[in-house]
């Protein structure tokens, strides 16, 4: 037996990215100006833009349709047995699969700049820019890891589990305002992402969504707290970028997970229709298929920007026009029709590039008391490596940075090399829980959103060497759950 795909998971995944790539084009003003190449931020200098990353923020969906994608798949997996390093690994190989690609052809064209003589500053701008969106794979591959054991928080405590974060980010933020401790605010990328990431495995097991009251309960509290802490409190309107007096993502404030709250809690409101509408055949195949791209888009749509703009701006095509006047924001139109046509073309090729990544392993290896230790020691080495390279671009100064791509040429075969899955097994799950260890490596940046909603966590297992203690309240408690990933 094999649950059907949860079709509103999959089409939130889509919006979302939409938005991301909407709001990184619109947002990121490039200039060109005596000779040189350069990039503004036009929030600030449309002052009501502002008030537009309300509808532009999104990444809570993605952490909450992770959170929903991860807690299908590993109940899959314990249905079958399986420990949760196997799970892990290929999880996170199926993201660093793509991701290296990206880093690897990003790496050459800097190395080729720098060597070609290009002006340092215009490179470090460059590099930065193509690299600025990689601040969610270090996140998300954290979150990852750590399912097994808040899966199994959230099956012993349920909806508490993200309220006590929720408190403890909240401490967070009076800590980084009050006593001026900066530092301690890194606590919340975890606290914050991870409370939505809880959200997505309540909602898997229905305990968010039903009874409905709880989804209009969620919006609304956090609508108030939202309203309050914008209002009353320090948190600017702005949920993207740099407030002018304290920053609403980095890190994550707690203004941000009441903004949350209210977005999921509006969106799984609106799920009964979403369902309904996606019922027709032409609409779902269309989300379907943008959904196998998913992760190709988020990594790759920021190459677009520089590709015209150095097309576009030093040949006088495009004129520069002051940000936030009537002329800007019609010349925004055309920028974002060559951006999408760029785009559609990069994407296009890239599905041809990317189909070996397809027939590469998520582990090869021998497994042994070893396999966790080199498993953790490379996510040790790829989750800094990728911070790195968000914060500081691929050739901060003007030079190549070598030490998270040697981090990043360390760390992916550390991982892959901490064993091979598990073989596929005979019965039960059937075909569709053999492709949650090999499927795709499009996986994307939230996971493949596979239904199988409904099933509450009464299988209990551990966490290490494989071997399980299965307890059952009915017969059919994991093995009705057969999702396809």
């Known amino acids: 037996m094999r649950a059907e795909r949860n079709r509103c998971a999959d089409l939130l995944r889509v919006c979302a990215i939409g938005a991301v790539v909407l709001g990184h084009w619109l947002l990121v003003d490039v200039t060109y100006q005596g000779g040189t190449l350069s990039g503004l931020d036009a929030l600030d200098y449309v002052g009501w833009g502002r008030w537009l990353t309300l509808l532009l923020q999104v990444m809570p969906v993605f952490f909450l349709v992770g959170g929903y994608a991860n ?26 699969w793509p991701t290296a690609l990206y880093v690897a052809v990003c790496a050459c064209a800097a190395a080729v700049a720098q060597g070609a003589g290009a002006d340092p500053t215009t490179l470090a701008r460059a590099g930065w820019l193509v690299a600025l969106h990689l601040w969610f794979l270090p996140v998300y591959v954290l979150l990852i890891a750590l ?28 800590l980084v305002l009050g006593p001026r401790l900066p530092l301690i605010g890194a606590a919340n990328y975890l606290l914050v992402w991870g409370s939505m990431h809880q959200w997505g495995f309540a909602w898997h097991d229905g305990t968010l969504s039903t009874p409905r009251w709880r989804c209009r309960a969620m919006a609304a509290t956090g609508c108030v707290l939202l309203v309050a802490l914008l209002g009353r409190g320090p948190f600017p309107v702005d949920m993207i970028g740099t407030g002018t007096r304290v920053d609403n993502t980095s890190p994550p404030s707690i203004a941000l997970l009441a903004f949350a709250a209210t977005q999921t809690g509006l969106l799984l409101m609106a799920e009964p229709a979403l369902q309904r509408l996606l019922t027709r055949p032409r609409l779902w195949a269309r989300v379907t298929r943008l959904n196998k791209g998913v992760m190709t888009v988020y990594l790759w749509h920021m190459v677009p920007v520089l590709v015209v703009a150095v097309a ?36 296009r090729c890239l599905t041809w590039v990317q189909r070996p990544l397809r027939r590469l392993p998520v582990g090869v290896g021998a497994t042994g008391w070893w396999s966790p230790v080199l498993l953790l020691c490379g996510l040790g080495a790829c989750a800094p490596a990728l911070t790195i390279l968000a914060v500081k671009g691929f050739a901060p100064a003007g030079h190549l940075a070598v030490l998270p791509l040697f981090l990043l040429a360390t760390g992916i075969p550390a ?5 091979r899955p598990p073989a596929a097994r005979t019965g039960g799950g059937g075909a569709g829980d053999a492709r949650s260890t090999t499927g795709s490596t499009d996986t994307g940046a939230a996971g493949a959103a596979g239904a199988g909603g409904g099933v509450r966590g009464r299988a209990w297992r551990g966490w290490g060497n494989g071997r399980w203690r299965i307890v059952r309240k009915s017969p059919d408690t994991v093995s009705a759950v057969h999702p396809v990933h």
Not at 77 to 96: A, F, I, P
Not at 314 to 340: F, M
Not at 415 to 419: A, E, I, N
């Open 71 to 96: 807690a299908v798949s590993w109940t899959a997996h314990r249905g079958r047995g399986e420990d949760g390093w196997s799970w892990v690994r290929g999880r996170v190989v199926r993201l660093l």
């Open 415 to 419: 991982v892959v090399c901490s064993g």
């Open 147 to 174: 399912t097994p054991l808040t899966h199994a928080a959230h099956r012993r405590w349920g909806l508490r589990v993200p309220v006590v974060m929720a408190l403890a980010a909240a401490g967070v933020d009076i």
């Open 312 to 347: 576009f701006y030093p040949t006088h095509v495009l004129p520069q026009r002051a940000i936030g006047t009537s002329q800007w924001w019609v010349q925004r139109v055309v920028w974002l029709a060559l951006l999408s046509v760029v785009l559609v073309v990069v994407v």
